[in-house]
């Protein structure tokens, strides 16, 4: 993590299929879901939604997200992953009905080096942020009540290419 902070790598953009690498992500998650009692959903508006991005950066973000809601969930409850595609803009969210963030705490959950958890650095999520901007016109953003759970919500626009896509 400190090297990806220091040290980013160049943006490598490709157009991929979104909901081919949510599910792929689900699938990796899946056995520890059920291993804890968590519930596991994938929802999508399309088979498939084309978006142009780094691959390998993205599963990334992704999968850090993944694991952040599995950590903030006890042993039962969701995890939801959504997609769906708005006048050229793909929006995906994974939320989790886990503990939430307190209010005091969300305007500093970007920032480098910070983190509530006793083995974290602190850098996922301003390294996810990183990652998702440096996407252009690309967003990542949450929303969170204690107690209930957090929603955090990509957006990426849609690649209009009619050719053949890379995996």
Known sequence: EMR??????????KDLDINALLKQ???FIKEDCEKRGIGLEFRTDRD????????????QVLLNLAKNALEA????????????LKQGLV??????????IPVEE?????????TTKKQGTGLGLSICKRIIEDHPGSSLDFKSEKGKGST??????????????DF
């Open 48 to 59: 498939e939604i084309f978006v142009r991005g780094d691959r390998a950066r993205i599963e």
């Open 91 to 100: 929006k995906i969210s994974i939320s989790d009905e886990g503990v939430g």
């Open 152 to 165: 955090f919500i990509l957006t990426i626009p849609e690649s209009r290419a009619d050719k053949a896509h």
């Open 73 to 84: 969930m006890g042993q039962a409850g969701k995890i939801s992953f959504v997609s769906g």
């Open 4 to 13: 990806e902070f220091y040290l980013p790598r160049a943006v490598e953009t």
């Open 25 to 27: 992500v689900c699938d």
């Open 106 to 114: 969300q305007g500093k959950i970007f920032s480098p080096f910070y």
